[in-house]
């Protein structure tokens, strides 16, 4: 099992967003989400139209937040190519408050370029800060981390 996102490089403007996160096909993706206030309930992740059970693991020991974790299998991916990107829509459904969306943009590399997944910033943690709208059917978010 790898971890998730595995690298990160900044792009500038020539894509759509100034980061690419680097993964590799065939392989199996740590998906841990870490959740504040501990009251929230969600029970699974679309990461790209894949959709990833999320299974509750414990509260953090200061007792902040919960831990959710799944498995994340690119298997079946088709590699991207050279020199494109491709934006993945992340979907969270929570119950009560609504739903988290978000796209990252991603290069998928086979295994014969796995040396380019090492390339750029690592990084393990996307941390984000939303809120539900009015309506209480979306998050906003105010604020993407890449820690």
């Known amino acids: 099992t790898s ?5 990160i490089v900044v792009d500038g403007q020539r894509f759509g967003q100034n980061r690419t996160i680097k ?11 870490k959740i504040k206030p501990t009251t ?10 894949v959709l990833v059970p999320l299974e509750l693991k414990c509260k953090e020991p200061d ?5 959710y974790t799944g ?3 690119t298997e079946g991916v088709a590699p991207t190519k050279s020199g494109e990107r491709q934006p993945i829509q992340i979907t969270m459904p929570f119950t009560d ?4 969306e978000t796209v990252w943009q991603v290069k998928f590399y ?17 941390e984000y800060e939303c809120k539900p709208n009015e309506t209480r ?10 820690l």
């Open 23 to 33: 993964l590799l096909t065939g392989s199996s993706y740590k998906v841990e989400v």
């Open 137 to 146: 059917s979306l998050m906003w978010v105010n604020k993407e981390s890449f």
């Open 71 to 73: 498995i994340y299998d």
């Open 3 to 7: 971890v998730l996102l595995k690298g």
């Open 63 to 67: 007792g902040e937040r919960v831990v």
């Open 40 to 49: 929230l309930q969600v029970e699974n992740i679309s990461i790209g139209g």
């Open 110 to 126: 086979n295994y014969h370029k796995r040396d380019h997944c090492q390339w750029g910033s690592p990084f393990s943690v996307i």
């Open 97 to 100: 408050i609504g739903t988290f």
